[in-house]
């Protein structure tokens, strides 16, 4: 019977990360909340399939209405939306945006387009996570709602469509009470949205807190809804996953350094192991030396033709492991140095004879795989190859490539 894989989520808590974990399809539940806020800082990852949740403070939600009812088209329409409100998210930062449907009408669709401020120095685990999303997407929520919690010591707000997130926004009020200030700032960001033609009336308002003296009377009086105090629910993993996928430029850098390393290693294992292979190969030129020798003086032993040329082709056998510039490992040297540095573009397979090159990767950039292509076709030390590089295909995680070298040989060539 197969081990069932754990489950793993960071979420942002009221002072620090949260750790919540789950078997299978069961519920997740509390493994651990820290008062760490640098997701770099964490310790003590559980093992298993990691997404991590962004705080709301991380990206800027922008809902808009689009005259469409056509998915293929919402990433273009929110992204000139969004020039016209001046986001411009680095396109050298990876996937930082992302479109999700709230409502859907006749030729009328309602959006939430969000953009992810580029994670900083801390900003992410030392685990590498699988997947990410939003944490004001995680949480169960009916209705028309309007819910508010702390992440990291300030209130923040998420406003609700029939349980589907319409607007998240991060404030400036630390206060231990959901007070005036705060009602008011809400109460500012529903005219702004108003004004954009985004008209959200929530019918109640849920505060999520663990303390059991809050007085929720502020937000009553000001935004003049019914308000209800209970602690956060147990997050879900939100459906479907969102396609935001930041560029981990210092992890990009330790898998380089990695791969170097491992080059390294490989490179001095497959010289010692030439080394021993040259050492065999002295002594058979010694013996093949001192045969002609004898072959002249000693006519009467005959030797069998046929094992002599035997021993012969046993010789030659061992000329693609004796000349470096067959090994494989020296050939994968010559095409990790066509990778652009710092490009995120990496090898998943990597197939490699004297004869016959097939590589299997990966890129967030169409442009690295271009440039990675350019590369290995005007590259010296493998010019003896023919490549085969075709375009690339598109994925959730950016673009994947498939490419063949091969030596031409006599009944290849024309």
């Known amino acids: 019977m197969s081990k069932t894989t754990e489950n793993v989520l960071l979420v942002p808590g009221e002072t620090g990360w ?7 399809d ?11 806020p640098r997701a770099g800082d964490l310790t003590a990852i559980p093992n298993g399939d990691l997404t991590l949740l962004f705080p709301v403070r991380a990206l800027t939600a922008v809902p808009m209405r689009v005259t469409s009812d056509d998915d293929a088209l ?75 919690w702390k992440e990291f010591g300030r209130w923040v707000f998420g406003l609700y469509h029939q349980g589907k997130l319409v607007y998240c926004q991060a404030t400036s009020v630390d206060a231990s009470q959901p007070d005036a200030s705060l009602a008011r700032e809400i109460k500012l960001s529903l005219i702004q949205l108003a004004m954009q033609g985004m008209e959200i009336e929530p019918s109640r308002a849920v505060v ?8 929720p009377a502020a937000l009553r009086d000001i935004l003049r809804i019914q308000v209800e105090v209970t602690p956060r629910p147990a997050p879900l993993t939100p459906s479907p996953l969102s396609k935001l996928l930041p560029a981990d430029v210092r992890a990009a850098r330790r ?32 013996d093949v030396s ?49 990778i652009p540095p710092n490009s995120g573009l990496r090898l998943k397979e990597a197939d490699i004879s004297a004869s016959e090159i097939k590589l299997r990767g990966e890129a967030q950039q169409l442009q690295a795989v271009n440039t990675f292509s350019l590369r290995l076709t005007k590259h010296n030390e493998l010019a ?11 994925s959730t995680r950016g673009w994947e490539f498939v490419f063949t070298g091969e030596v031409p040989t006599a009944e290849t060539q024309p």
């Open 290 to 338: 001192e045969t002609k020798k004898l072959l002249a003086a000693a006519e009467e032993a005959a030797p069998d033709a046929e094992e002599y040329n035997l021993h012969l082709a046993k010789w030659d056998e061992l000329a693609p492991a004796i000349d470096l510039k067959n090994s494989p490992v020296d050939i994968l040297n010559r095409i990790a140095t066509c």
């Open 208 to 215: 999520w807190s663990s303390a059991t003296d809050l007085n």
């Open 74 to 148: 919402f990433p273009d329409l929110a992204a000139l939306h969004a020039e016209r409100l001046g986001l411009r998210p680095d396109p050298m930062a990876g996937q930082l945006t992302d479109v999700f449907v709230v409502a859907r009408a006749e030729e009328n669709t309602a959006l939430l387009s969000v953009f992810l401020r580029p994670p900083g120095d801390g900003d992410m685990p030392p685990k590498g996570p699988k997947a990410f999303d939003l944490s004001a997407r995680a949480f169960p929520v009916t209705g028309d709602t309007l819910t508010l």
């Open 18 to 24: 949260e750790i919540w974990t789950r078997q299978g």
């Open 26 to 36: 069961g519920p997740f539940t509390l493994a651990n909340a820290t008062g760490i």
């Open 384 to 394: 003896n190859f023919t490549w085969q590089t075709p375009e690339p295909s598109q």
């Open 255 to 286: 898998a380089a350094q990695q791969r170097r390393n491992l080059i390294t290693g490989i490179a001095a294992a497959v010289i010692a192991y030439l080394g021993i292979i040259g050492w065999f190969g002295y002594g058979l030129w010694k």
